[in-house]
């Protein structure tokens, strides 16, 4: 999904956040465990998901405010292997060619 901003021309920015859960047991037992056998978001997914869904509606809400686009990717498969090749492989950085690419990972020990 791409935000173009409408103060005109401006670079195009990537905003990306990885969408999958992993093959884990979840045994926590906490109320927002996963409710599917064998997967869970061990580390930080859903997070990530809920971050991009976040920014990409404030950044709607602020178009008035910049000008180029942001494009909101949503990468499924991020721990397997080639899942970010995949989609670059089907033109998600094209058209219009993505400037600048940014992304984050939930890590709290990371100073």
């Known amino acids: 999904m791409d935000l173009v901003g409408e103060k005109g021309e401006g670079p195009h920015i990537?905003?990306?956040a990885d969408i999958d859960a992993l093959p884990i047991q979840e045994q926590s037992g906490l109320p927002y465990a996963s409710r599917y056998?064998?997967?869970?978001?061990?580390?930080?997914?859903?997070?990530?998901?809920?971050?991009?869904?976040g920014a990409t509606y404030m950044l709607?809400?602020?178009?008035?405010?910049?000008?180029g686009r942001v494009r909101s990717l949503f990468q499924p498969g991020e721990e397997a292997d080639g899942a970010a090749w995949q989609m670059i492989n089907q033109g998600m950085l094209e058209q219009p060619p993505v400037?600048?690419?940014?992304?984050?990972?939930?890590w709290p020990h990371l100073t």
């Open 14 to 16: 990537g905003l990306r």
């Open 37 to 53: 056998p064998g997967v869970m978001h061990a580390c930080g997914h859903d997070g990530h998901t809920a971050i991009l869904l």
């Open 60 to 67: 709607n809400q602020l178009k008035d405010r910049f000008g």
């Open 99 to 106: 400037d600048h690419m940014l992304a984050l990972h939930l």
